[in-house]
């Protein structure tokens, strides 16, 4: 059974005050907290294994080469990925979006086109235009409906053999909507393109299997599903990643370099150069092993459950509400505005209640122009938030109200 109280045991943040409050922490979409057992993963590789991997023959080298190569392994599991070198370490998603967009913008030419979402970060908004800057390419966008879902009858209509490859997300950080992505990748390959997911704001509340999905490329980083900062990954289907050239020259990527021409190494170290975050590689596979031990079915209905509890508290209790993001499927994010409120002000006064919630564009300013807003107070639930939680910030709310009215 899903055991919300054990779960926050192992949340020692979770203890501390803020501003003389208890922390109720509802950021989560930014970044989520680490379990002890994360923590201790940290701090015991940089006091017993703390080595340069791929290149010492001594034995801390070799134990840490070991768990770095295991933690690979660890995501080829978790995403069902068909072989470990599919699965590229990278600083986290925004790179892994550059690094296949660096890419394209040497494949793409004149006339070609590129198809991007109305519901993307700007992380994969960005690469996106400066590939097509660089290429000559054109960059479409798939128009969005007022509930927050994409158009996809539009979607099919910008479908075409110019068009080369499609990147969306799977689940939008700004409003929730779960895309259904399964037909975008089904009808993208009709047409022969390739499709790259990003999955920042999915991994921690879905089941991800890249073979069933047949995506071309997915990418995620750790932080946002109980694992360390500045390291993330990018799976790439092998003939996708044996196609695209390297994103950075360096060591450990080549396998000869001489003065006229150098060969590279066979994946995934073409794509790694450098010494990378090796602690945090291996930490990450750790925070894996916490995720599936607790299961992310289990994660996932229990979230939706606060979720659901948090809309239908905030629905009732606060008048002049706009939620903003509608669709039927969507993950654990409650985006709001009150009328007549700055959600920066909401957000200021509320922390000096403790608690911690988004306020913004969330890196989504074409949402935020679609509903002519500024931008939205963002509360954001994990599996180790609780409908106590959520009452304590919707009285907050309340009373944040009350003193801007």
């Known amino acids: 059974m899903f055991d919300v109280t054990n779960i926050r045991k192992d949340f020692t943040i979770l203890n501390r005050l803020v501003n003389k409050k208890p922390l109720v922490y509802l950021d989560n979409a930014a970044t989520t907290q680490k379990p002890q057992i994360v923590l201790d993963a940290i701090s015991h590789y ?8 791929h290149r010492g023959v001594h ?3 070799q134990e840490a080469t070991n768990a770095y190569e295991e933690a690979r392994q660890k995501i080829q599991k978790h995403i069902n990925a068909v072989k470990p070198y599919e699965v590229l370490f990278t600083r986290g998603t ?3 979006i550059n690094l296949v967009a660096s890419g394209f913008s040497q494949l793409l030419q004149q006339g070609d086109e590129v198809i991007i979402s109305y519901l993307e970060h700007h992380s994969n908004i960005v690469p996106w235009q400066l590939a097509c800057e660089r290429s000559g390419a054109k960059l479409r966008v798939i128009p969005m409906l007022p509930d927050g879902s994409l158009d996809m009858e539009e979607y099919t209509k910008l479908l075409s053999s110019k068009t080369k490859i499609v990147a969306v997300n799977h689940v939008s950080n700004a409003l929730g909507t779960i895309n259904d992505i399964q037909t975008i990748i089904n009808q993208a390959h009709q ?8 999955g920042a704001q999915a991994l921690a509340h879905i089941n991800v299997d890249v073979q069933a999905l047949d995506c071309d490329f997915y990418c ?16 790439g289907k092998e003939k996708w990643l044996e196609k695209l050239p390297p994103y ?3 060591g450990e990527m080549i396998a000869q370099v001489t003065f006229d021409k150098t060969t590279y190494a066979a994946l995934p170290h073409k794509f790694e150069a450098g010494t990378p975050n090796i602690a945090g590689g291996i930490v990450f596979g750790t925070a894996l092993d916490y995720v599936n031990n607790i299961g992310i079915t289990e994660i996932a209905a229990y979230e939706d459950e606060l979720l659901q509890y948090a809309t239908t508290q905030m629905q009732e209790l606060i008048p002049n509400l706009v939620i903003y993001g509608t669709a039927p499927k969507k993950a654990s ?3 709001f505005n009150i009328s007549g409120i700055h ?9 000096k209640l403790g608690i911690a919630i988004r306020t913004g564009h969330h890196c989504t300013q074409p949402i935020m122009q679609y509903f002519d807003i500024a931008g939205t107070a963002r509360a954001s639930f994990a599996m180790y938030n609780t409908k106590a939680e959520i009452d304590t910030f919707v009285t907050a709310v309340q009373r944040a109200q009350k003193m801007l009215s």
């Not at 047409?191 to 990003?198: E, F, G, M, P």
């Not at 995620?220 to 799976?235: C, D, E, I, N, Q």
């Not at 959600?343 to 922390?351: E, H, P, Q, R, S």
């Open 46 to 53: 940089y006091q017993q294994t703390n080595a340069n991997i």
């Open 343 to 351: 959600n920066f002000d909401l957000g200021t006064i509320i922390d």
């Open 94 to 96: 925004t790179e892994s």
């Open 59 to 61: 034995t801390l080298s």
């Open 248 to 250: 950075q020259g360096g």
């Open 191 to 198: 047409v022969d393109a390739a499709v790259l997911i990003d």
């Open 333 to 335: 994010v409650l985006s």
């Open 220 to 235: 995620a980083s750790a932080h946002k599903m109980y694992g360390p900062t500045g390291v993330g990954f990018l799976y």
